[in-house]
């Protein structure tokens, strides 16, 4: 396999040896190793509208830990958990290039793969490896045509004379809540699979004192994962006990702080102890998302064996919103304001410029809240996703609109709205589809949607369909409040993600009456807002006419 020979070369010229000797630690040498982590950054490079996070903070933060460990005769490894791409509108509009630029001056070693990472074709992956001076690590992921690796699936890091293998793994749902038209010929195999390969690859040629793991594949409690593919939970069960020290996770955008067993805190509060998960004898960690934290487990290892002294979360100048009696409100940071990096400051803030005079124009305005939280548009219909769908229609002429609620990916305040805030909301660049159906033809998709589960990007978001859902069937099936004819022909408007495949959705692309708009999603909403403001939220806002029992 092209990946895994080159990476095993690497190994050799890094002077580590491979199976010269069954280890390379001393024995009765104690060696203090240190590893850190971040995931799901999303293109967070430059602090939020608060003063929160922010690569520049961060590399300060990095460097203070590095210098203490190594006075302490420790050594760090830095990883990420994947996800860099998509997600803030100056980072997209310029390939994530200073996310990756900053990431290498704040010296991480390699991070895994993840799904977001294919949200652009596979050319621009590869020109954000060519920045990058870390690899980018995933075993599981082939190139279906010559059933090659398209990554390197581990590499070897020496720290002071320890010998320690990282190992890649994406989540295998990537190809259905990734754009199709870049899966062609891109196959995700079965991480946890891959894994127990990999391992015994490792075990028998590099010969590993320490074996961790990077994912993107999601924490679960107690491996309930729903719709979702399994995650580090179900892996690490799978595996031989111990078989990892270490699965440094992402994806699921958690602090995995363990409440109890197999449950995670409900609210984690910043600054606050963390315990992490640990399954098979295996730790799991995961820290939450766009740099809000950096992870700190502090590792001794003797003898073979791998003991955690201490783990941190540690948050990067996040805040909490007080409210004072005469209703004056004020951010409060949780812990120490970490100061901003002078040289990481110099590196981005040319990018920062680059595109923010084009996102600040205001194209319309709100009168209130128009919800795209997370934590709602993937369990309940929402005003905003109305929103984008009567965008949707009002471009295509359709009669109704789906579209997946993970596609929803911010909410906009009351007020004046943005470019900026359009394109937090939409990101990802998918172009406006429709396809006329029969209604006989649509009950079937729209029965097939509705079996989507809420806590997952699949969960349906609807506009102009009226429907009960029971036992995977729907009755009272309307279309804009009129009952569905089987006779009659709709057009249905949706995503490009969703018409071929994405999230699980029946495709539509194979069908006759299907037309592929061109006009990108962000660019049809902005439009939208334009010629509509002021929005009026209340007239967007979802009266129950979905439901399921």
């Known amino acids: ?69 190594a006075a302490q005769g420790g050594s760090v490894l830095l990883l990420s958990g994947g996800d860099i791409n998509t997600g803030v509108p100056e980072s997209d509009l310029q390939d994530a290039e200073p996310d990756f630029r900053a990431m290498n001056l704040i010296g991480y070693d390699a991070m895994a793969v993840g799904n977001h990472e294919f949200d652009n074709p596979l050319s621009v992956l590869r020109q954000q490896e060519k920045w990058a001076k870390f690899p980018f690590l995933s075993a599981n992921i082939y190139q279906k045509s010559t059933g090659e690796r398209l990554f390197k699936p581990w590499m070897i890091f020496n720290r002071q004379g320890l010998k320690i293998a990282v190992i890649g793994l994406t989540t295998d749902d990537t190809a259905k809540i990734g754009n199709p038209e870049y899966f062609t010929d891109i196959e995700f195999r079965n991480p946890a699979a891959e894994a127990r390969l990999v391992i015994d690859e490792l075990k028998q040629n590099a010969k590993p004192d320490v074996i961790i793991a990077t994912t993107h594949m999601g924490h679960y409690d107690n491996g ?91 948050p990067v100048n996040l805040k909490k919103k007080v409210t004072y009696d005469n209703g004056q409100t004020e951010r409060v940071l949780y812990t120490p304001e970490i100061a901003e990096n002078p040289q990481m400051l110099s590196l981005l803030t040319p990018f920062q410029n680059k595109g923010k005079a084009q996102l600040e124009v205001k194209i319309g305005n709100t009168n209130g809240h128009l919800e795209g939280d997370r934590s709602k548009v993937r369990f309940v ?124 959705y029946p495709r539509l692309d194979d069908k006759t009456g299907y037309v592929n708009t061109g006009f990108v999603d962000a660019e049809v909403l902005k439009e939208y807002i334009q010629k509509h403001s002021p929005l009026d939220v209340n007239a967007f806002e979802p009266k129950g006419e979905v439901s399921w029992q």
Request: proline fraction near 4%; aromatic fraction near 8%.
């Open 381 to 504: 219909q929402t005003n905003l996703a109305r929103v984008l769908l009567a965008a949707q229609m009002d471009r295509t002429g359709a009669d109704l609109a789906v579209m997946s609620g993970g596609g929803v990916r911010d909410s906009i305040e009351a007020g004046d709205i943005t470019y900026k805030d359009v394109l937090k909301v939409q990101p990802f660049g998918n172009t406006v589809v429709y396809a006329d159906m029969s209604g006989e033809a649509l009950t079937a998709y729209l029965t097939a949607v509705a079996q989507m589960k809420p806590d997952s990007g699949a969960y349906p978001q609807f506009a102009n369909v009226g429907f009960v859902a029971k036992g995977g069937t729907l009755s009272n099936l309307t279309i804009k409040g009129e009952p569905v004819d089987p006779a009659k022909t709709y057009r249905l408007a949706t995503l490009s993600f969703n018409a071929t495949g994405g999230d699980g």
């Open 224 to 314: 309930e994962h729903g719709s979702n593919a399994p995650g580090d939970v179900e892996m690490a069960r799978s595996l031989p006990a111990g078989a990892l020290a270490m699965i440094v996770g992402g994806h699921s955008q958690d602090p995995v702080c363990m409440a109890g067993e197999n449950k995670k805190q409900g609210e984690y509060v910043p600054g606050t102890p963390c315990a992490p998960d640990r399954q098979n004898g295996i730790w799991i960690v995961q820290a939450h998302e766009w740099g809000k934290y950096v992870g700190r487990a502090d590792f001794q290892f003797r003898n073979g064996e791998m003991k955690l002294v201490r783990y941190q979360l540690i």
């Open 1 to 69: 396999m092209k990946y895994f020979k080159r990476g095993m070369a690497l190994a050799l010229l890094a002077g580590v040896g491979l199976s010269s000797q069954v280890r390379a630690y001393e024995q009765d040498k104690t060696y203090n190793l240190t590893i850190l982590h971040t995931n799901d950054h999303h293109g967070h490079f430059w602090r939020s509208d608060y003063g929160e996070y922010g690569l520049s903070a961060q590399k300060t933060l990095v460097d203070g830990i590095r210098k203490e460990v």
